[in-house]
């Protein structure tokens, strides 16, 4: 699977959009991108995933760069509720996910 | 309900002990994951399992094993504890003809003194 690459913080005024880069430089043809969060030592909740074409769903929307190296998440009006950990995971379909670090993002009153 | 549930939710044991962690799916998936999670990093995949008769080591196996029952049932065991296990555990479950959206539990809290 290919590697990601996350900064490890930012943060964002909340009611504001929250936009969490990913590289992804290594990225194979049909490898997806997928993002999942982490609230507080919670389970990891997934958010979204996209192959080729940017998508959006009642979470969140997923823009994914033309050569596919890079994405990012993108949170249009982040709430308090949204500050957790992120996880950009690089895998091909029906397979093994592979969890880093994340970024950790702080939404700020 | 929840569709992925864990036993314990915590749990304090001695080194050398033999502990059972056990998920429970209502979801209806065949494939089911164990990860642990160690303060400040991400998930490690320890075993994982793509229907009953399939059982597969991840990252880190060692010092861990695993019986799936059934399903719906996935059970994650340390036969002789040690203090570097103590961690979150999670379990996961995914479908396996979609693409793969793994829907996790609530964690179990181990320490091993």
């Known amino acids: 699977d290919a590697k990601t690459t996350q900064p490890p913080s930012m943060d964002c005024a909340e009611g504001r959009a929250a936009n969490l880069p990913c590289n992804h430089s290594?990225?194979?043809?049909?490898?997806?991108v997928y993002w999942y969060r982490q609230i507080h030592s919670q389970g990891p909740q997934y958010i979204i995933h996209g192959l080729k074409n940017n998508e959006t769903n009642e979470m969140a929307s997923l823009i994914i760069t033309e050569d596919r190296k890079s994405s990012t998440l993108i949170l249009p009006h982040a709430t308090l509720r949204d500050t957790a950990v992120y996880y950009c995971i690089v895998s091909l379909s029906n397979s093994k996910l592979t969890f880093g670090k994340g970024i950790t993002l702080s939404v700020r009153p | 309900d929840a569709d992925v549930t864990q036993t314990p939710r915590n749990r304090i044991t001695k080194t050398g002990k033999r502990i059972m962690l056990e998920c429970s799916q209502t979801?209806?998936?065949?494939?089911m994951y164990w990860y642990r999670q160690d303060p400040g990093l991400g998930l490690q995949l320890i075993y994982y399992?793509?229907?009953?008769?399939?059982?597969n080591k991840g990252e880190i196996s060692d010092g861990y094993s695993v019986s799936r029952q059934a399903q719906a049932k996935f059970s994650l065991s340390l036969e002789s504890a040690i203090p570097n296990q103590t961690a979150l555990y999670f379990c996961?479950?995914?479908?396996?003809?979609?693409?793969?959206?793994?829907?996790f539990g609530p964690g179990t809290r181990l320490t091993v003194l």
């Open positions: 399992s793509f229907d009953v008769k399939d059982i």
């Open positions: 290594t990225i194979s043809g049909n490898e997806y």
């Open positions: 996961a479950t995914s479908d396996a003809w979609t693409v793969d959206t793994q829907y």
């Open positions: 979801k209806g998936h065949d494939r």
